[in-house]
């Protein structure tokens, strides 16, 4: 009997008593519930309080498809950029060894460490009518702060770590071995990069892709800075929700909010799927036999 539950013990990888397992796992239900559920549930019954044509109605004002399509705008831009840099930087840093590596890591972090409200400030201090680059842009015609290459420029800022981030541990522990033996071979940089190192880092480059995507639709605050809050021009989705809840519009709040809430859903959904994936391949590659050897 004791061997039975010392068994069961090291197969579910703990030896605490099942009561505290149980308790634990109630614990982070209960949390779960409280702070993602109940607030979920929520956002869609306050949506939805008067009926799906009001919902509708709230969806199909001129404002609201305005920040709709910012958002979009938004971050179709600024994925792409962060995907570009991001696969750069976990190239150079995984792979090479340089002066002012440790610094280009930190770099990295910034935004992680820095509040979105002062990215925001940074850029106005820098484009703004009073900023350094100032009087030039306005000499030229050119906006960048109150304009929609400035909320651009600061979602940017916000999520560029996150790519970068899930690609160097990973870039790091495969090492370089592969690629090594490519280029000996006589593949070039760019036939390496498309051949062998892309298809190692794929999935946790659509990971970091999706974080990212998340991270830029819901940016609040670098947003809030730059925008200027010019309804129906420089307003994101986010903004549009606060401006309509500050005017006591609650049901056309809650229904942008409950389509960021979708947006959320389905980012959480494919990436889920792509675990699932990911999974999937290592399972194949596990049960697939090594090639036997040529006599």
Known sequence: MSQTLSASKVQAGTTE????????????????????????????????????DAYLEALKEPDAWSAIRLTLITTSVAVPLNLVFGVAAAWAIAKYEFKGKSLLTTLVDLPFSVS?????????????????????????????VFAVPGIILATVFVTFPFIARELIPLMQAQGNDEEQAAIVLGATGWQTFWRVTLPNIKWGLLYGVILCNARAMGEFGAVSVVSGHIRGQTNTMPLHVEILYNEYQSVAAFAVASLLALLALVT??????????????????ANTPPEQPVH
């Open 17 to 52: 008593a099942r009561w505290i397992r149980r308790s634990l796992i109630g614990l982070a239900l209960a949390f779960m519930f409280l702070f993602l559920v109940l607030p979920l549930a929520a956002v869609f019954t306050e949506a939805l309080r008067k009926g799906l």
């Open 116 to 144: 979105p409200v002062v990215a925001g400030l940074i850029y106005v201090l820098m484009f703004g009518a009073q900023g350094w680059f100032g009087p030039w842009l306005q000499a030229h015609d050119i906006k960048i």
């Open 268 to 285: 959480l959904a494919i990436k889920s799927f792509i675990e699932w994936q990911h999974e999937q391949e290592l399972k194949a590659s």
